[in-house]
């Protein structure tokens, strides 16, 4: 579809603040128009941080020579640096010259500041008859309301209190959508010089926008035992870029990508969300360093959207319960009283990202709900945790809470600061009590885990204690239903 327009042309350069700059020279052309009705393809790659990568495949007719192409239904938050064009059926022959992004989009406030010094009409009503008086003005100010000059005299205020400004046509620079406006050499062939006609070319155009991202979301829901989960991933995809995209093939990449952080000024803002929902698999493989899930349907997502799409499900994931009481290394270089009452164990529930264990598929990062049903079969919720990116064969660890049951007293027993062997170094032993009680009806095993900074050495201890790194002891207490246990030690530590 052609149009006549005189289009000043202009290349997107990038400055150190990011904004294009404009080329000076106005060139006159007929202009080639391309819609979303033009596509024949869309496809989105999106990223976890805000950003993704579009890819527009449309087809149109394209006469021979240098043209301006004018391709609208393109996202808001386009970064015009990264906007490449090419052409698919001709390769070749095509190139692309110069580019100029129009994100200022057609509305009542920019036809008043484009219009500042033009000649316009303002009409008004007389009240009396409710005739409509016209007189041609001129636009002297758009600050914060307007500014006439209507014959020799000037009127001010709000737009509403002086009357109807008609407009005599729209600034060229101001299009109805966003619209990338290439300048493109597109040489003629014997064929289109025979005929003198367009011909039909395959254009695609990529590049990256901000306002699109996603997120993974898990739910898993504990059997009666407590050794088992069934699990469903789901990922939100937000879209907020300004642009709707219609029947597209979508992928999305699990990893940091590296970005160059720009100014704040220049981040842009998101909107409100509404919430979809969609039915659908992810195959998932490898990229470079990361992981990309392909949708296996084409999904389409409006601006100001949010929509779910399915990942996967797992049923019967073996998994392990853990309660765990942790320590700090402070008091084991000084003299302190009661170390805690009633401490809570924390509950850890985690499990292996393994074929055998019915997964063995990257997991992205996200949120992992936990449910549980009650005595009366109804789901309720019993804590949440966020989990890292896990590769395959990795290990799920989520904190669902504190429990109420378990509960510990800690006391030091003893503190002695001991004789240096070496100058310029300190030595300390000391001893501690914890008893641990548990008021469920069922035993309970409760891991210890204590952070000793330094050199150190239990000499004594009443249950044997496993060293899991240089800095850290670790205890695994049986405690009996409806009772307590107590775990005593003593250990020397040299700084």
């Not at 409100?272 to 992810?282: C, I, L, Q, T």
């Not at 009590?433 to 008021?439: R, V």
């Not at 695994?476 to 005593?488: M, Q």
Request: charged share 20%; glycine share 4%; aromatic share 6%.
């Amino acid at each position: 579809m052609l149009k006549a327009n005189i289009l000043a042309a202009a290349l997107c350069l990038t400055l150190a603040t990011g904004a294009p700059s404009l080329l000076a020279a106005a060139v006159t052309s007929e202009e080639v128009s391309s819609t979303a009705l033009d596509q024949q393809s869309l496809a989105l790659t999106i990223y976890h941080n805000n950003l993704a990568l579009v890819k527009d495949r449309r087809t149109l007719q394209l006469p021979p020579g240098i043209q301006h192409i004018a391709i609208s239904d393109v996202s808001r938050q386009m970064q015009p640096e990264t906007a490449l064009l090419r052409s698919i059926s001709h390769a070749t022959s095509f190139s692309v010259l110069e580019q100029l992004f129009h994100f200022d989009l057609l509305s009542p406030e920019k036809l008043l500041e484009q219009n500042v010094g033009k000649n316009v009409s303002l009409i008004r009503t007389n009240p009396v008859n409710g005739q409509e008086i016209s007189e041609q003005a001129t636009l002297l100010s758009a600050n914060n309301g307007v500014v006439l000059k209507i014959g020799p005299r000037i009127e001010a205020g709000p737009v509403d209190s002086l009357g109807r400004i008609v407009y005599h046509d729209i600034p060229a620079d101001l299009r109805e959508r966003p619209t990338l406006v290439v300048k493109v050499n597109n040489p003629a062939t014997k064929q289109t010089l025979a005929k003198n006609a367009s011909s039909s070319q395959t254009l695609e155009l990529r590049y990256l926008t901000a306002g699109l991202s996603w997120k993974a979301d898990y739910v898993a829901e504990l059997n009666p035992n407590e050794d088992r989960i069934d699990l469903s991933a789901r990922v939100t995809l937000s879209n907020n870029s300004g642009s709707r995209y219609d029947n597209a093939k979508l992928q999305l990449v699990a990893g940091d990508i590296q970005q160059i952080q720009l100014p704040m000024a220049q981040k842009m803002l998101r909107g409100n969300m509404e919430m979809a929902a969609a039915d659908a698999s992810m195959a998932e493989e490898s990229l470079l360093e990361y992981h990309i899930y392909t949708l296996d349907q084409t999904s389409s997502i409006a601006d100001n959207q949010s929509k779910q799409v399915a990942l996967f499900s797992a049923l019967a994931i073996p998994v392990r319960k853990e309660l765990l009481l942790r320590g700090a290394d402070y008091y084991y270089q000084s003299r302190q009283a009661n170390l805690g009452s009633k401490l809570k164990a924390s509950v850890f529930i985690e499990f292996e990202n393994k074929t055998a264990a019915k997964l063995g598929m990257p997991l992205p990062k996200g949120t992992m709900r936990l449910y549980k049903k009650d005595s009366a079969g109804n789901a309720q919720f019993v804590g949440e945790d966020s989990i890292a990116h896990t590769p395959k064969n990795g290990l799920v660890r989520l904190k669902s809470g504190e429990s109420f049951d378990i509960s510990a007293d800690k006391i030091q027993t003893d503190f002695k600061v001991l004789p240096a062997a070496t100058q310029g170094r300190s030595a300390f032993e000391s001893a501690y009590e914890i008893s641990i009680n548990n008021a469920k009806q069922e035993k309970q095993v409760v891991i210890i885990e204590e952070p000793i900074s330094g050199e150190w050495t239990i000499t004594t201890e009443n249950q044997p204690h496993q060293k899991m790194t240089s800095q850290l002891a670790r205890w695994k207490i049986e405690v009996p239903a409806a009772a307590s246990a107590k775990l005593t030690y003593r250990v020397i530590v040299k700084y």
